[in-house]
C-alpha cells in the first residue's frame, strides 16, 4: 500500500468514525482487498480499537483475510446492509469490473454507512496480476450515480 493511501484512510476515519462512534455501538469495517503481503499494507491498524469490528475481503486467502468469496466480484457470503464502512485501496485498478465491485459495497453497506475508495488516476501499470484501469475526476460521480451512492 502506499504510504499515501494510508494517510488519505487515516483521515477518513479521523474525519467521519467519529460520528459514527457516537451512537455507542460497534461499528463493522469492511475492507475489500485486505490481504496483507508486506508489513504495512492494509487498513486494519486503523480500526484496532474496541469501537470497530473488522472483516477482510480478497479474491484469495492469505493474512489479513476473513473472506474469500466465491464469486470474486459478486458477494454471496455477505447479506445486504452489513457494514458501516467499507474501505478499499489500490485494488480497483486492478479489477477488471471495478465497476461491479463499486454496487457490491454499495449493497453491504448500511443506510448512512460510507465508503472510501483509493484509486489512482495516474501513474505506470504495475500488473497484480493485472492493471486495467485508471481513474479521473469523473469516475467517481459516475460509479455514484450507477449504485446510488452520495459523494461526500
Known sequence: MHHSSYLKARLFVQLYGADFIAH??????????????????????????DAYDYTGLDIEAGRNVDIVPANPFVWNEIDDCSFDL?????????????????????????????????APGAGHVHRYPVDCWRFYQDSWPALAALTGLELV
Do not use: M
Open 24 to 49: 455507542n455501538r460497534k461499528l463493522s469495517v469492511l475492507e475489500v482487498g485486505s490481504k496483507s503481503h508486506h508489513e504495512q499494507d492494509t487498513y486494519r491498524d486503523l480500526f484496532r480499537s
Open 86 to 118: 467499507c474501505v478499499s485501496g489500490q485494488t480497483f485498478e486492478h479489477n477488471p469490473y471495478f465497476w461491479i465491485t463499486f454496487a457490491e459495497i454499495a449493497r453491504v453497506l448500511r443506510p448512512g454507512g460510507l465508503a472510501l475508495v483509493v
